[in-house]
T-cell receptor, first 112, second 115 residues
Framework: GESVGLHLPTLSVQEGDNSIINCAYSNSASDYFIWYKQESGKGPQFIIDIRSNMDKRQGQRVTVLLNKTVKHLSLQIAATQPGDSAVYFC???????????FGKGTRLSVIA | EPEVTQTPSHQVTQMGQEVILRCVPISNHLYFYWYRQILGQKVEFLVSFYNNEISEKSEIFDDQFSVERPDGSNFTLKIRSTKLEDSAMYFCASNQRGGGTGELFFGEGSRLTVL
């Protein structure tokens, strides 16, 4: 069935390096995407979103890239810090008033 | 900053018992959700609620589950007869304008352990 998934379940990066977390989605009709960060024992926290009419959006230290041709979403974190260690989920929203569908998550570990 | 609050943070119950998880969404939000996360797995949608009725529910949300907004602030999830497989983190979420129209705010979660 159609689903949102991730290429890598875990990612370890050196402090100060850039991180790239990837996500594949299979529903070409999805028109809104969000990246969430989940720290241990906490609820998902919004990081950044992007609509399907865009291919790039930048926030503070984070950039989301959307490639609709290959149905791929990525989250780039610049100058990764220990506080960035968490599980990152991509989520997609299908058209209409439908709930978010989450992917499986990638655990990011920052090595000091 | 306004936030979604959930109680209890952790509940341990015996199989077959009823459980009520409580949530106070952000005050000016109109759409409310419950999601579930089994340990180490992804966040799964259970149910959405708008205008005092369920707007959508997943296959997980069977007859054992119900939701209610008993007053102007609380939003509850009831599990009538808990099963071992109901053990999970349950997250309440809310937003102003429904799916696809903005950030979904999550609470810290209620951990349910069914023995």
């Amino acid at each position: 069935g159609e689903s949102v998934g991730l290429h890598l379940p875990t990612l370890s990066v050196q402090e100060g390096d850039n991180s790239i977390i990837n996500c594949a989605y299979s529903n070409s009709a999805s028109d809104y995407f969000i990246w969430y960060k989940q720290e241990s024992g906490k609820g998902p926290q919004f990081i950044i979103d992007i609509r399907s009419n865009m291919d790039k959006r930048q926030g503070q230290r984070v950039t989301v890239l959307l490639n609709k041709t290959v149905k791929h979403l990525s989250l780039q974190i610049a100058a990764t810090q220990p506080g960035d260690s968490a599980v990152y989920f991509c989520a997609e929203n299908r058209p209409g008033n439908t709930p978010l569908v989450f992917g499986k998550g990638t655990r990011l570990s920052v090595i000091a | 900053e306004p936030e979604v609050t959930q109680t209890p943070s952790h509940q341990v119950t015996q199989m077959g018992q009823e459980v009520i998880l409580r949530c106070v969404p952000i005050s000016n939000h109109l759409y409310f959700y419950w999601y579930r996360q089994i340990l180490g797995q992804k966040v799964e949608f259970l149910v959405s609620f708008y205008n005092n009725e369920i707007s959508e529910k997943s296959e997980i949300f069977d007859d054992q589950f119900s939701v209610e907004r008993p007053d102007g602030s609380n939003f509850t999830l009831k599990i009538r007869s808990t099963k071992l497989e109901d053990s999970a983190m349950y997250f309440c979420a809310s937003n102003q304008r429904g799916g696809g129209t903005g950030e979904l705010f999550f609470g810290e979660g209620s951990r349910l352990t069914v023995l």
